[in-house]
């Protein structure tokens, strides 16, 4: 899915050494050494070595790793909160580690909007202050920054609060507060840096499906760091897998599922082997509602919408599967004042029997945003599987 | 036979310091002097101006205004007390001196305490001055001011930014020093400059300790100028060493009972600031 997109960051072999003799470290790295050798021989930590990735304009890209991966220092990196020992960080033909430090400041501003795990904001700063932060920086007038900064709060669903300082607010609220930050600064990179980790599952949940939203909407260049697999899993469109400083794997989270790269990968996700145990019916769920074949339009629409859904299944009256209808031939339908649904029925969605393994569903996703139907041998409709569930029960079984 | 050990000549070696920097620089001390004494007799001017009603309705709102009614009634007895007592001049005079030290300490010590917060090694250099300045008894700075200024209310001045100083810089630097960090990367991140990150981040998150300071600085400016009196500055402590010479406790005490309720009124009210004023 990316061969034809562009190039937004170029990281070539990005290494970092914390420590006064970084070039001895990378001696013995060179040799063959690994980080806990070069730690005993040098005291130097080796924090990267030899990243190598893209980041494509426009996607969503997860690095996750769990702590003392390396993964905060990677992400600070890109924007030279933390000095990279060596390697190359291409943005739009600049190459941030030989910036000079007026072009660092001018890179920061127009490319890097930062999230934090604990918020950052700033305490003394009203929510709407702290939204206009990097445009105040920037040096935008305040009429215009006060414009913008109000839009990004009402895009974050904070309106209303312009006036309230952030220890007024709710954790998710303050992250919020944060979120829209970085918005309104508008630049071309979204880092986000365990952005949701202090938040209640919950909360996370909903930030996350947000972001989703967001990032669907705007296509923000974004860089999420976590440690999370379900979150990794439920927002990457590429997931970067580093593990002591280094890559062990890059790709979407189906492959990654399916193909671990190695015993570390595996183990990280112990339920791929679930993939295969794990069938259609356990990531299955109830259908919440279904239309039938002599319903009309303005019923229909009425059932959908009630259940907040883009498309529908019409049984028969003994749920055998006959279609699926969608929401804009049935408008349609109901202008133009037809009866029944029957003749707008549609045929192109996969079906599948309750035993079918769950890895083969990742295929049939890629084509088709429609759930997938579940029937038994009778072609009676069982439930449906949408797209996160099939994540969701991989990765449970995972942690089981 | 004892062995005789000649002892340092430590005195002799200051004493011929000093002596070299009075000479050297008589024009610079001079120029101080004459700058210091216009800014005291220019205060004490406009505070002797107004009448003393005024002056205490001013206070009483003041106090009102950052704090509490109970402060302005505090004040208003207190002040009405002082008058009472007949040391309402003294009183301005101490005040005038007390003002005039800390405008002067918290001038230099503001960009001192920033500069070592911003600079480890200047923090290491300028931490153990700070303890020197701090711990060596208050009197002794009195004994070089007088061939630096003179007698009177400008060696107080120089005596008492020197005793008062140092906590206004330990608390700007430990104010700047206890910013937290995600804060500082946050304003990193968006590309704030050094400058930028001082006035819109550090400095304004680091206010409430660097006020502490400046109370502190202000508590004991008020202690030295009162001691001050001895090498002839003017004021409630003038009236106290001119009872010691007299044998007199009742006016001794009356001038003290002045100095405490100055103290506690500057003391309140520029806790009050620190806290921001009554929301």
């Known amino acids: 899915m990316n061969e034809n997109r562009n190039v937004k960051i170029r990281v070539r072999n990005l290494s970092k050494v914390f420590g006064s003799q970084p070039k001895k470290a990378l001696e013995l790295r060179d040799q063959g050494h690994k980080r806990p050798e070069i730690l005993d021989k040098t005291g130097q930590t080796l924090g990267l070595s030899n990243i190598d990735f893209d980041v494509y304009e426009g996607e969503l890209l997860v690095i996750m790793g769990l702590s003392g991966s390396g993964k905060s220092t990677l992400i600070r990196c890109l924007n030279r909160l933390i000095e990279p020992t060596e390697g190359e960080i291409v943005i739009d033909d600049e190459d941030i580690p030989q910036l000079d430090d007026k072009a660092l400041l001018e890179c920061r501003r ?96 909903d930030m996350q499906q947000e972001l989703l939203e967001l990032q669907h909407r705007m296509q923000k260049t974004t860089v999420f760091i976590t440690h999370d697999l379900d979150e990794a899993l439920n927002i990457g469109d590429r997931i970067i897998l580093l593990k002591d400083g280094e890559i062990v794997q890059i790709g979407t989270p189906e492959e990654i599922l399916t193909n671990p790269a190695d015993e570390y990968v595996k183990r990280f996700i112990e339920g791929v082997d679930m993939s295969k145990i794990l069938t259609a019916e356990h990531a299955m769920r109830p259908v919440r509602a279904t239309a039938r074949e002599d319903d009309g339009p303005r019923t229909t629409l009425r ?53 079918e393994p769950l890895h083969n569903l990742f295929a049939m996703f890629s084509e088709k945003s429609f759930p997938i139907a579940v029937v038994d041998a009778e072609k009676r409709l069982q439930g449906v599987v949408v797209k996160g569930a099939v994540l969701d029960e991989l990765a449970q079984a995972g942690e089981k | 036979m004892a062995i005789e050990i000649p002892s340092i000549p430590l005195g002799q070696w200051i004493e011929g310091g ?44 003041l106090c009102w205004w950052v704090s509490s009614h109970r402060l302005a009634i505090g ?54 001055v700070l303890d020197f300045m701090q711990t060596m008894p208050a009197f002794v700075y009195l004994i070089p001011a007088i061939p630096f200024f003179g007698i009177g209310s400008v060696s107080a001045i120089f005596a008492t930014v020197i005793f008062s100083m140092p906590p206004a810089i330990r608390f700007t630097t430990l104010g700047i020093r206890q910013v937290p960090v995600d804060l500082i990367e946050a304003a990193d991140a968006y590309g704030a400059t050094r400058r930028q990150k001082l006035l ?71 806790q009050s600031l620190r806290k921001g004023r009554k929301a």
């Open chain 2, 75 to 128: 004040a208003a007895l207190g002040m009405a007390l002082i008058w009472n007592l007949d040391l309402w001049d003294p009183m301005i005079e101490t005040l005038t001196l007390v003002v005039i030290a800390t405008l002067v300490a918290v001038v230099i010590a503001m960009p001192v305490g920033i500069a070592a917060a911003l600079s480890e090694r200047l923090y290491r250099t300028i931490m153990p």
């Open chain 1, 110 to 205: 127009r490319h890097f909007s930062m999230v934090f795990q604990n918020f950052a904001l700033f305490p003394h700063r009203t929510v709407q202050q702290n939204a206009e932060f990097g445009l105040e920086i920037r040096g935008v007038e305040p009429a215009e920054r006060a414009d913008i900064a109000q839009k990004a709060l009402k895009q974050v669903g904070l309106d209303g609060w312009e006036d309230a300082y952030p220890n007024q607010l709710s954790g998710g609220m303050q992250q919020r507060v944060g979120l829209a930050r970085a918005l309104a600064n508008d630049s071309t990179v979204l880092l986000m840096d365990e952005a949701f980790s202090a938040l209640d599952p919950l909360i996370r949940g």
């Open chain 2, 200 to 270: 819109k981040v550090q400095l304004p998150l680091s206010l409430p300790t660097v006020m502490a300071g400046i109370n502190q600085t202000i508590m004991l400016a008020l202690s030295m100028v009162v001691i001050a009196a001895m090498i002839g500055a003017d004021g409630l402590g003038s009236e106290v060493w001119r009872a010691i010479q007299r044998l007199r406790p009742g006016d001794g005490f009356e001038a003290g009972i002045a100095v405490v309720i100055l103290a506690m009124l500057l003391d309140r009210v520029t």
């Open chain 2, 18 to 61: 000093l002596d070299w920097l009075t000479t050297e620089y008589s024009g610079v001390t001079r120029g101080i002097s004459r700058v210091t004494q216009t800014g005291i007799d220019g205060l004490n001017d406009a505070l002797f101006w107004l009448p003393p009603w005024a002056l205490l309705l001013i206070i009483v709102g």
């Open chain 1, 303 to 355: 059932k959908m919408s009630e259940h907040g859904l883009d498309s529908i299944y019409v049984t028969s009256r003994d749920r055998t599967l006959l279609g699926l209808v969608q929401v804009d031939a049935l408008e349609q339908a109901a202008h133009q004042g037809k009866e029944h649904i029957r003749e707008l029925m549609v045929q192109d969605f996969r079906t599948v029997g309750p035993e």
